[in-house]
Each structure stands twice: as C-alpha cells, then as structure tokens.
C-alpha cells in the first residue's frame, strides 16, 4: 500500500512562524546594521566650502572665503510647485562666506547702494549653525541687482545681506550666473 507524503497543517504552521521569525531577525540586524551616519546627506542638506564657484558667481562681492553653502534643484526638495519637474530648474544657492577685512564697512558707506536693516529669512537648517549670533545684517535692492548684473534674466533672482562687524556676506539666489 502507498502512503501519502501530505504535510500536516501543524508542519505548515510550524514552517511559517520559522520563516516569519527569521525575516524578523534578519530586518532587525540589518536596521542596526544602518546608522543614519552611514546613509548619505540629500543633496539640499550638503554643506559645500568650495569657493572657487562662488568666487565666479559673486566676484563683485570681494575675495571670499570660508564659505558654508548649499546648492540644490528647488524642485527636488518640494520647495516648487506639485507636478512634473520644470523644464528650468530653479537651483538655489545660498550660504554664507566671509569678505576682507573692511570690505563690508566699505560697501555699506556707499551712497549708491542705500542699505537698510534686514535679516535673512527662511534660513536653510544646515547653515543656521554658521550664521554669526550678533550679526546685525545690511540688505540693499542695488547691491543685490550689482551682484545679480544689470539684466540677471527671468529666472535668476537673489538677496545680499552684508554685517560690517564680522565681514560677513549672506547669499540666497536662485540661478545665479
């Protein structure tokens, strides 16, 4: 006579809970396994000290250095409309960079540009650590159009702000050339 080799429902339900305490342990192990220092930075979170983009975007400014400053696709982060991407990225690049000594002091003197009080807004998360607690920030629509150039184009637009004290220069622009 043949005997049947059917598996019993206790077998089957045996097999299961093994399989599940398996997949357990496994995304367990591998959780721990990720730290949040192993994953890498999104883009709009990397602060960059290169200077040598700045210094050909914003020359006019003076000799920067020590910069701390993001670039990244608006679009990417959300801060764009809903939908598809644009056919024109808007990439913003913003952060801040120190001047030559003076240098502040002096552009803040010139009667062409009529500076006033300001302060940045909207400042990214990852840069607020390097903003100077004390600054007292100088903003001025004809520094900003001096940076930009005379005809920036429609989708370039941006914001200087200036602090004497620590010749500082804080920058937000989007598609800046």
């Known amino acids: 006579m043949r005997r049947s080799f059917a598996v019993s429902r206790r077998a089957w339900l045996s097999g299961a809970v ?14 721990i396994s990720r ?10 979170e990397k602060v960059r000290t290169d200077v040598e983009p700045l210094r050909k975007v914003f020359g006019e400014a003076g000799r920067l ?20 991407p644009r056919p024109d990225p808007r990439y913003r ?3 801040i960079a120190r001047l030559p000594a003076g240098s502040t002091a002096k552009a803040l003197r010139d009667p062409a540009y009529t500076f006033t009080p300001a302060m940045p807004a ?20 004809a520094y900003d159009t001096h940076l930009l150039g005379p005809e920036p184009g429609e989708l370039t637009r941006g914001r ?12 937000d622009t989007v598609n800046p050339t």
């Not at 910069?67 to 598809?84: C, I, K, Q, S, T």
């Not at 909207?122 to 629509?141: G, H, I, N, Y």
Request: glycine share 10%; charged share 20%.
């Open 18 to 31: 093994a399989a599940g305490a398996l997949a357990a342990v496994s995304g367990g192990v591998y959780a």
């Open 35 to 44: 730290t949040p220092e192993a994953e890498p930075l999104p883009e709009h």
């Open 65 to 84: 250095s020590e910069p701390r400053w993001l670039l990244y696709d608006r679009d990417a982060v959300g801060e764009g409309r809903l939908g598809p």
């Open 93 to 95: 690049a913003v952060g």
């Open 122 to 141: 909207s400042v990214p998360q990852p840069l607020r650590e390097f903003l100077p607690a004390q600054a007292r920030w100088m903003s001025s629509k």
């Open 160 to 171: 200087f702000f200036l602090d004497a004290a620590g010749d500082q220069l804080y920058f």
